[in-house]
């Protein structure tokens, strides 16, 4: 019989993130026994009635004694004070990860709690959707998507190796990032986006020319999409906001000057220079499907267009 890939994993926050893994770990029976944690009577209670973890415990330092590797999936503000509580509880050579969006933060919130002989292996599995809690989660999130694992200077390589590899055993593939420079990464590809959504359908809410419910009875479809966004966990991009604030402004301040450039464009009709963007913004579009990281629903329709187009293509030959 083969070993599991570690003999106790405990995961902190049993939301979409933490209990998609949970689900993952269990159906790649990668681990000896699977404790699940949270501070909700009622997400404990679902936990255990989903039966995705073979323990579901209130306490974090309880449930991480004697662990092999502890993952955080709550939202990144509680991370300082429930590491003060589980830190102490750490056997020598255990492994602490996590799933936040934010690394810099993380490290130096972690890093001085750790005791000596354990390892500290930041990660962001760079999937999601909008929805939230134990019941949202799925084994497949992970799939074909992308995990920066993202480890302090000095870590060591073969704790970051483990992590890496259960990422790949749940379907992901991996990349190693300097915690830093995650953050500037996440800042323009998700954190900004989620800002603008948040703001838009915001704006949208406060205009008082355009009813509430000509908002929801006529949204395009881009308002739909920035709605998707905007229904993210509120206290999780709360704490991301909050914990990348530099890179954050940075690609705001980016965003701003560009915004401005399209605004002047639009007042005085300079019709080619609008073009160019949407043509440049578009390719990019395109190279986000073409890598296989667009929306499963969109990936799959544009995959069986191209199945359809193959078998048409041999039925003319």
């Not at 994993?9 to 404790?35: E, F, P």
């Amino acid at each position: 019989m083969t070993s599991p890939f570690f003999e106790r994993i405990v995961v902190v926050g049993l939301g979409l993130i933490g209990s998609s893994l949970a689900r993952a770990i269990k159906r790649g029976g990668l681990a000896g026994t699977l404790v699940g944690v949270d501070a909700s009577t009622a997400v404990r209670a679902r936990a255990e009635a989903l039966g995705f973890a073979d323990r579901v415990l209130a306490d974090p330092a309880a449930a991480s004694a004697g662990a092999d590797l502890v993952v955080l999936a709550t939202p990144v503000g509680a991370y300082r004070a429930i590491g003060e509580a589980l830190a102490p509880a750490l056997k020598a050579g255990a492994i602490l990860s996590d799933v936040g969006s934010v690394k810099g933060a993380v490290v130096k919130m972690l890093a001085p709690l750790m005791p000596p002989g354990t390892h500290l292996i930041p990660a962001h599995p760079v999937a999601g959707t909008e929805h939230s809690g134990p019941d949202a989660g799925f084994a497949e999130l992970f799939e074909g998507r992308w995990c920066i694992v993202t480890p302090p200077a000095g870590a060591d390589p073969a704790a970051i190796e483990k992590v890496a590899e259960l990422w790949r055993r749940v379907g992901m593939k991996v990349e190693a990032m300097d915690p830093a420079h995650h953050d500037l990464v996440l800042a323009i590809t998700s954190h900004l986006p989620h800002l603008i959504a948040y703001n838009i359908v915001g704006t949208a809410d406060d205009l008082e020319a355009v009813t509430k419910s000509e908002v929801i009875k006529f949204a395009a479809g881009g308002f739909r999409d920035f709605t998707r966004i905007a229904a993210s966990d509120p206290v999780m991009w709360r704490d991301v906001f909050l914990n990348n604030r530099e890179a954050v402004l940075e690609m705001l301040g980016r965003f701003t000057e560009d915004l401005t450039a399209l605004q002047r464009a639009i007042r005085w009709g300079d019709g080619a220079a609008l073009e160019a963007l949407f043509t440049r913004t578009r390719a990019i579009r395109r190279s986000i499907i073409d890598a296989g990281q667009a929306d499963p629903e969109e990936q799959k329709r544009r995959d069986d267009a191209a199945a359809a187009a193959a078998r048409n293509a041999a039925a003319r030959r």
